[in-house]
């Protein structure tokens, strides 16, 4: 059983600084792409980071020179540096990886269960 689970979630006052991480855990054989989404209240799941296998690295224009997305080994763990952080980007991030558990299987994508970040003074 593969899990995602994510880290370092908090309050943070408007200009300051989290890292988000995400450790992947299980039956892992290996990771392909691994995203940051974040959720706002009553609204769908938004995609803010992403990175592929080979360190390629994408961002909406929303957080584009403010977050900074990050892997560590090919197996371990992926984190989300957000700098200059406001107030509308209070919200639950979650991780999301496409990951395959055997030689003999496709990749799979799996979610976190979110950590909440809240900005505001």
């Known amino acids: 059983q593969v899990q995602l689970e994510e880290s370092g979630g908090g309050l943070v006052e408007p200009g300051g600084s989290l890292r988000l991480s995400c450790a992947a855990s299980?039956?892992?054989?290996?990771?392909?792409?691994i995203n940051w989404y974040r959720q706002f209240p009553g609204k769908q799941r938004e995609l803010v980071a992403s990175?592929?296998?080979?360190?390629?690295?994408s961002y909406p224009d929303s957080v584009k020179g403010r977050f900074t997305i990050s892997r560590a080994g090919t197996k371990g763990r992926v984190f989300l540096q957000m700098n200059d952080l406001k107030p509308e980007d209070t919200a639950a991030y979650y991780c999301?990886?496409?990951?395959?558990?055997?030689?003999?299987?496709?990749?799979?994508?799996?979610w976190g269960k979110g950590t909440l970040v809240t900005v505001s003074s």
């Open positions: 999301n990886a496409d990951i395959r558990t055997s030689i003999d299987t496709g990749y799979v994508n799996y």
């Open positions: 299980g039956s892992i054989f290996a990771i392909d792409n």
């Open positions: 990175i592929s296998r080979g360190d390629s690295t």
